[in-house]
């Protein structure tokens, strides 16, 4: 009997959440009796909610960020310290966030809101070997592919224009391509995969 008891109270508890009607209640009251006291604390509550919100974000968007996942630290990150990308004769280096987050504020908070089911495939344990993530590369690197065509290679365009090229420094055959990439509207990932990581097994470059 007693257990059943308890079992009522708790679940009635959960119906009727005496807190939560004594929290509405003095919030009822201070409104009402402190108006200008309630617009100043919902004032600066906002402001440390934005300011938390994006903190976050700038915290979540670094290199030492990426690449505390070990998969992704013993896999792409070690390829992308043998790039260009990585060390070169300029000192010039893009980070992982240089590529893969977007700068404008909304393109980024859509960019997170997408990396969730990153978050939830590393909580899964989906990856957690080099053979593994060779297994799903091909898959995983179409992802990638898709992204920076559907958005004309964005985040490549933070550092890099066609039509700021100086042509006549370039080779032939390198000078020969941007110009029929300008000419067909090619966007960059469409000529440079395997840039930076290793292309998968089976990806034929010469077929695109």
Partial sequence: MAGRE???ILRRSWARPEWLVVLLRFLQTTVSSRPLSAILAAFVAGILFWGAFNWSLEATST???CISCHVME???YREYRKSAHFTN???VRASCPDCHVPKEWV?????????TNELFHWMLGSISTPEEFNAKRLQLAGYVWTNMTATDSRECRNCHGIE???RKVQDASSRT???LAEK???TCIECHQGIVHTLPDGFDKEAV
């Fill in 6 to 8: 308890e079992s009522q």
């Fill in 74 to 76: 013993e896999n792409v």
């Fill in 107 to 115: 393109h980024k908070v859509v960019r997170k809101i997408g990396a």
């Fill in 89 to 91: 004769r300029t000192g």
């Fill in 177 to 179: 391509m941007h110009e």
């Fill in 63 to 65: 290199e030492t960020f």
């Fill in 184 to 186: 067909w509207g090619t």
């Fill in 164 to 166: 700021y090229m100086n």
